[in-house]
């Protein structure tokens, strides 16, 4: 009963934990979902007002796999800093609309079955278009210039992060065009026999060496590039919300079944520990329980008697003293009768006395002898390790104690005989 208390308490204070965790899970999910109201709210709001944002198809075929369709080029890159967008924008110009796709097969298959309800799409196939890579001895030449000139000039590919496996297509939009820091440094470049290369400043006006300068080329809020980058940080938050919300489910799921576990397993103690007590009640009620209570008895009874039993040792030892003092008035009475001063009188009084003592302890052994027998009989009948605790413990002893007392009555009353026949 004990056992199933205890564990009903450990499985309680489990249950508490639980709860208590769940508490700060629900908390935390509360703020999540609040956080990503808001930035759903703002994705939805910046894909309503850019619709280019998503590209929607119908699939040309069944099964087709879509993964071929890649995307827009300016969904398809990231700028390294923001300083750069302006130039990037410039140099991309309506290419930044266009899709790209897996190869010059993908692209067919798109138009001919008008996959894009009518809508003008230019198609970059990857694995076909021509990259415009700016040779490296030039990229060096530009670079030493650009120094010199205490200036900044990057080819404009070099400015953006993308997959590796469009490194066509990148060069291919932002290819042979060089991204200088400041205007007097573009037209260096551009115009250098060395170098001539079309020159873009970071705030997007474009040098050509054919001699043309174009300058205010838009402002950074209507900059596609710049929208989308914007669009991508609120997505990525989008993500990490939704990352974070299903995270805590998964958490609020597991601790849910740990509770369930863990009331199962308390309602299953309870349960027991009830069917414990049940039977506790029932067996103190039944033949069986008033058995035991008897056997406790007969244990108290067997307490009882060795106290008995150590009275009876005193009293042995108080009559081998009595034989002792007998044996020494023995040898006195052979003397007193041998020198004729034989006193009768004392010799009566004397053996009247040991008679009477004899007899008291006559009863008494005769009485625990009674009470043992009835105890053995009945511990027999209730339980055999009462009866082995019995015969073992409790019989030697008093049995033992008998022979000795009856002996010692029988040399007292061999004594006794001798002097009453000799005061004769």
């Not at 390294?80 to 991309?92: N, P, R, S, T």
């Not at 307490?303 to 008995?308: D, G, M, R, S, Y």
């Not at 008998?402 to 007292?412: D, E």
Request: with cysteine; aromatic share 6%.
């Amino acid at each position: 009963g004990d056992v199933y208390k205890r564990q009903i308490q450990a499985n309680q204070e489990n249950l508490q934990w639980l709860d208590d965790k769940n508490s700060q899970l629900t908390e935390k999910k509360a703020t999540i979902q609040e956080q990503l109201t808001v930035v759903t709210r703002n994705l939805n709001e910046l894909q309503a007002s850019n619709p280019a944002f998503t590209l929607k198809f119908r699939d040309p075929e069944p099964n087709f796999d879509r993964r071929k369709v890649k995307g827009r080029v300016f969904s398809l890159f990231e700028v390294k800093e923001q300083k750069f967008i302006k130039a990037l924008e410039a140099i991309a110009g309506g290419k930044l609309y266009n899709v790209v796709v897996d190869n010059e097969m993908t692209s067919k298959l798109l138009l001919k079955k008008d996959c894009f309800s009518g809508i003008s799409i230019i198609f970059i196939p990857n694995n076909k278009i021509v990259p415009q890579e700016i040779p490296q001895d030039k990229v060096d030449l530009i670079r030493r210039i650009a120094e010199d000139n205490q200036g900044e000039a990057r080819p404009a590919y070099e400015l953006i992060k993308y997959d590796q496996n469009l490194k066509n297509t990148m060069q291919y939009v932002f290819g042979n065009t060089v991204v200088c820091s400041t205007m007097e440094l573009a037209k260096k470049i551009a115009f250098n026999p060395r170098t001539r290369c079309k020159c873009v400043t970071l705030e997007g006006d474009v040098v050509d060496p054919s001699g043309t300068l174009t300058g205010g080329y838009m402002n950074a809020q209507t900059s596609i590039i710049q929208k989308y980058q914007n669009y991508r940080v609120t997505f990525n938050q989008y993500e990490i919300r939704n990352k974070e919300l299903k995270e805590i489910d998964s958490q609020i799921e597991q601790l849910r079944q740990e509770s369930e576990t863990k009331n199962q397993q308390k309602n299953d103690l309870e349960i027991k520990l009830h069917q414990l007590n049940l039977y506790k009640q029932k067996v103190k009620e039944s033949s069986v329980g008033r058995i035991q209570e008897r056997i406790e008895g007969l244990q108290k009874q067997i307490v009882e008697l060795n106290q008995q039993k150590g009275r009876l040792q005193e009293m042995r030892e108080k009559c081998r003293n009595d034989l002792e003092e007998l044996q020494q008035e023995q040898t006195q009475f052979t003397a007193q009768s041998q020198s004729g001063g034989l006193n009768v009188k004392f010799l009566q009084d004397r053996s009247k006395k040991l008679k009477k003592e004899m007899d008291e302890i006559q009863k008494e052994i005769a009485k625990l002898r009674t009470d043992l027998r009835d105890s053995i009989a009945e511990s027999r009948n209730s339980e055999e390790i009462a009866v082995q605790n019995l015969s073992l413990i409790h019989i030697s002893e008093p049995t033992r104690l008998l022979s000795i007392s009856y002996a010692v009555f029988c040399l007292k009353k061999k004594k006794l005989s001798n002097m009453l026949y000799l005061a004769s």
